[in-house]
């Protein structure tokens, strides 16, 4: 389903943990990461296509999570005609999309990525609020900025980093994260050499869940790659 302009209409996801850390799932079979999203289907409406969406890719029910807030209006971005089928170019220019910001409120072990036969992740963590976007294929870091800028104002702030200063933004948006930056970070995974054991790096006293179908990856600056087909959603 394509507007007049060639853009198909579509959901992201940006969910928080009570740390206000953020879902970060490993897209399967790529060295390419983002946040759930997925396309409105005819006759849905956002918020519909919103609570289909965070069933069929990351297990979670309505009762899982809380709305904190929505973008106001459409966030779009083109595809890259290499990404996109034969049949489709001419007539599919990208997506636009609505973003929502939710609460979990239910527990890691909600999360289930094999909740459908059709995956779209096969790994995930939780990350700080200002993800590197360098580990995202690069015709969707703009909009996930603004998604990102747009609703940083509605996270509730905790102990993690959450700071929507501009510097702190550019910060983490444009210059990546570096190993400094994540060293002792509550419930993120470490960093280990190619060929060495990796173990998980947990700050004392903080639980570590690992839902149905979920595994970690080293940290996914040190492996990118560029989705090689047009995504689903």
Known sequence: MLDRDGFRPNVGIILLNQRSQVFWGKR????????????????????????????????????????????????????????????ARGHYKGQKQIWFLLQLVGHDWDLNLRATDHPEFDAWRWNDYWVPLDVVVEFKRGVYEMALTELSRFVPRGDNRTDSRPDHRNRYLRGGLHQRDHAGSPGETGFHAPGEPFHAQIRPGASFELPPGATFEPDPQTSLGADPTIPKS
């Open 28 to 87: 399967i079979r790529t060295h390419s990461w983002q946040f759930p999203q997925g396309g409105i289907d005819r006759g849905e409406n956002p918020e519909q296509a919103m609570y289909r969406e965070l069933h069929e890719e990351v297990g979670l029910l309505p009762q899982h999570v809380s709305v904190l807030a929505r973008t106001r209006d459409w966030l779009r971005y083109e595809v890259p005609d290499r990404f996109i089928r034969r049949d």
